[in-house]
């Protein structure tokens, strides 16, 4: 038994060999891999419980939105690596949709600090720490994110937006009951990262490339990450800000105006 992969469409399958991959698939690469198990005796039984835990995330993801939807709530899933500034963007974000009633369901391993920073701005904030999971989830899942919806009165909300926990990885792999997810990119972190990550950039719509007020202190090509990304997600919308200076913020406004039905 191979490697496991999981599709968006919930279909899985294994590979039942270990060789570099040369040739090319007729199926998305699109596809959550939890990795190589074939040198585990209990390689079959493992697959199988990651199968089951997957599935029972998408049916409370399902649920979810579901009950987003029924109180007319849209929903942005928004991911990026530690330190893009998803806090910072949204601490700008928040009062440049006072027409639009906000709640942020805040994803951290620990403290409140980044909820801390959304307090007063007029959102309603939720915090989720996952540090009572193996140390600290990676990420938010379905579960974590439904026990944040409980501390918000979703009858007084037209946009959620959820920040998920810092990392390029997993939080890209589990449907949280979003109706589209997003991701802030800063130009710190090289033009190569599409390439090493692209789970994470072909899962999302919008690219929020931040941080631009430093790329005349940078070595960076604005150029070389729009190829790269083309390669690994053509139709992502790209959004080059800085959340710091407010600079092209209006254009990351309009669309999370857009979202939520509202127009812009």
Not at 100 to 105: A, E, F, H, S, T
Not at 115 to 131: F, K
Not at 141 to 165: F, H, P, Q, S, T
């Amino acid at each position: 038994m191979g490697r496991f992969h999981r599709h968006p469409d919930g279909s899985t399958h294994t590979h039942d060999h270990d060789h570099d991959h040369d040739h090319d698939h007729d199926h998305d690469h699109d596809h959550r891999n939890v990795g190589d198990h074939s040198g585990y005796e209990t390689g079959d039984d493992r697959v199988m419980v990651l199968e089951k835990i997957l599935s029972e995330n998408d049916r409370l993801a399902d649920e979810n939105r579901a009950e987003l939807s029924g109180h007319g709530i849209r929903t942005v899933n928004l991911m990026s690596s530690p330190g893009a500034g998803k806090t910072t963007l949204l601490a700008k974000t928040i009062p440049a949709l006072s027409d639009l009633r906000v709640g942020i369901v805040e994803g951290d391993i620990a403290t409140s600090l980044d909820a801390d920073q959304l307090e007063g701005l007029g959102a309603q904030v939720s915090l989720v720490n996952t540090d009572a999971g193996f140390g600290g989830e990676c990420h938010l899942d379905a579960i974590m994110v439904r026990a944040g919806l409980a501390k918000l009165d979703l009858e007084l909300l037209d946009l959620l937006i959820i920040e998920n926990v810092g990392n390029l990885v997993c939080p890209a792999e589990f449907d949280v009951g979003q109706d589209a997810r997003a991701m802030v990119y800063a130009v710190t972190e090289g033009e190569e990262k599409p390439l090493k990550y692209p789970v994470m950039f072909h899962a999302v719509e919008v690219i929020v490339v931040n941080k631009i007020d430093l790329l005349a202190h940078l070595r960076f090509d604005m150029d070389v990450f729009r190829e790269n990304l083309e390669k690994v997600n053509p139709s992502a919308k790209v959004f080059e800000l800085s959340a710091e200076t407010g600079e092209g913020l209006e254009q990351w406004t309009t669309w999370l105006t857009e979202v939520a039905g509202h127009r812009a």
